[in-house]
T-cell receptor, first 114, second 116 residues
Framework: KQEVTQIPAALSVPEGENLVLNCSFT??????LQWFRQDPGKGLTSLLL?????REQTSGRLNASLDKSSGRSTLYIAASQPGDSATYLC?????????????FGQGTTLQVKP | DVKVTQSSRYLVKRTGEKVFLECVQD?????MFWYRQDPGLGLRLIYF???????EKGDIPEGYSVSREKKERFSLILESASTNQTSMYLC???????????????FGPGTRLTVL
C-alpha cells in the first residue's frame, strides 16, 4: 500500500531564504506526483505536476524534482516571501488504473517571517 | 483556468439530517473526486467518478453516497448526518490519461460542514 510522508511537518524561515520541502513515497511505481499549496481554511492550489518520466518541473520561484527509484521528491522555493506561508502537500498517483486517484502526504506547514 | 466550485463554503446541519454537497467543474473533466480533510488524518478519498453515472468507493465511503447525473456535476450525499462527519469537504476534478498534464487534479474551495 502506497504511503506518502512529508518531513518536516512544520518549518519557519526568515524572508529571503531558499528552502527545500521533502516528500517520500514507499512504492516507486507511480504515474505522477503533484505538489499543492493550501492556505488556512481554503482548498488546494496545484503548483507543479511531475510525470513519472520527468526529473523536474519549474514554475517561477518553485522547482520540484522527482527521483522515482529512491521514492523521493523535493520542492525548492527560492527567495522565500511572507506570501509563501501556507501548507504544502505532495500527492502521488499510482501507475495502475486510469482514474487519477491520489495518495496525499500530511503536509509541511511553512511560515516565512518578514 | 480550470474552475471547480462548491455550493457552500460553510454549512451547519443537525444530526440525522440529509445533507447534499454539490460540486461543479467547467473544464469537461472526466474524473471527479470527493475528499474529506481532518487534522492529523490528512486528505482521505471518499468517492470518485470517472464518467457520468459511474462511481467508485474511495478509502472511507461509509455513511456517504454520491451522484453524477451530468459530467460537470458531482454530488456528495450524507444520508443521515452524524457528528463524526463534521469536517472540511473538498471536491476535485481531473482530465483522463492521454491529455496534456493528464490527471492533474484541480480542487474547489472546500465546504466546512459542522454537524450538531
Amino acid at each position: 500500500k502506497q504511503e506518502v510522508t512529508q518531513i518536516p511537518a512544520a518549518l519557519s524561515v526568515p524572508e529571503g531564504e531558499n528552502l527545500v520541502l521533502n516528500c517520500s513515497f514507499t512504492d516507486s511505481a507511480i504515474y505522477n506526483l503533484q505538489w499543492f499549496r493550501q492556505d488556512p481554511g481554503k482548498g488546494l492550489t496545484s503548483l507543479l505536476l511531475i510525470q513519472s518520466s520527468q526529473r523536474e518541473q519549474t514554475s517561477g520561484r518553485l522547482n520540484a524534482s522527482l527521483d522515482k527509484s529512491s521514492g523521493r521528491s523535493t520542492l525548492y522555493i527560492a527567495a522565500s516571501q511572507p506570501g509563501d506561508s501556507a501548507t504544502y502537500l505532495c500527492a502521488v498517483r499510482g501507475a495502475s488504473g486510469n482514474t487519477g486517484k491520489l495518495i496525499f502526504g500530511q503536509g509541511t506547514t511553512l511560515q516565512v517571517k518578514p | 483556468d480550470v474552475k471547480v466550485t462548491q455550493s457552500s463554503r460553510y454549512l451547519v446541519k443537525r444530526t440525522g439530517e440529509k445533507v447534499f454537497l454539490e460540486c461543479v467543474q467547467d473544464m469537461d473533466h472526466e474524473n471527479m473526486f470527493w475528499y474529506r480533510q481532518d487534522p492529523g488524518l490528512g486528505l482521505r478519498l471518499i468517492y470518485f467518478s470517472y464518467d457520468v453515472k459511474m462511481k467508485e468507493k474511495g478509502d472511507i465511503p461509509e455513511g456517504y453516497s454520491v451522484s453524477r447525473e451530468k459530467k460537470e456535476r458531482f454530488s456528495l450525499i450524507l444520508e443521515s448526518a452524524s457528528t463524526n462527519q463534521t469536517s472540511m469537504y473538498l471536491c476535485a476534478s481531473s482530465p483522463t490519461s492521454g491529455r496534456a498534464k493528464a490527471n492533474e487534479q484541480f480542487f474547489g474551495p472546500g465546504t466546512r460542514l459542522t454537524v450538531l
